[in-house]
């Protein structure tokens, strides 16, 4: 991490500096292949979010989402972000996500999402049945903070994430 100052930066330092276990336990993967995915999307995207957050903060971020379950609301909080960038840094990461998704095979031996929704607990609130006509779902919600995403895409980039993790024959 090159960037330093803000308090987000501080508590990515914390996570990766600090106990493995408690880094697996809120990222539901290893350092190892966190870095490995910083490095991927850095090498083969374009962020559109602020230089000053890096990617390692944005990933801890959508993480924050996706594998603990927060909504936009305690996630920008828990980074010292607002509402609209924590959504912004979501949906970049997702963006991230589905370019991963377009250039890299699906393993066929990579678990399925149902039998990872222990790892991914965005999977538990999103049922197939909650999206809408246009296949949006609405998704990080606490008293109107949430995010609409296509739905497909969600699960696209979930897919992309637990192969990569997969992949990387980890955890």
Known sequence: MTITGSAGTERARYLLNGVPARFNEFCHLDQ????????????????????DISIEESLFVFLDIVAQGNSFKATAYGWD??????????????????????????SPSCPSLHTSRCRWSILRTIKSN?????????????????????????????????????ECKEF
């Open 32 to 51: 190892i292949t966190f870095v490995q995915l910083a490095d991927w999307i850095v090498d083969n995207t374009q962020s559109c979010t602020s230089p």
């Open 130 to 166: 909650k999206s809408r006509m246009d296949g949006l779902v609405k998704i990080g919600d606490e008293v109107g903070d949430g995010l609409e995403v296509n739905q497909e895409s969600l699960i696209q980039a979930l897919t992309a994430l637990n192969n990569f993790v997969h």
């Open 81 to 106: 972000h607002d509402i609209p960038l924590t959504q912004s840094i979501f949906v970049n990461i997702l963006n991230a996500l589905l370019v991963l998704r377009e250039k890299e095979e699906i």
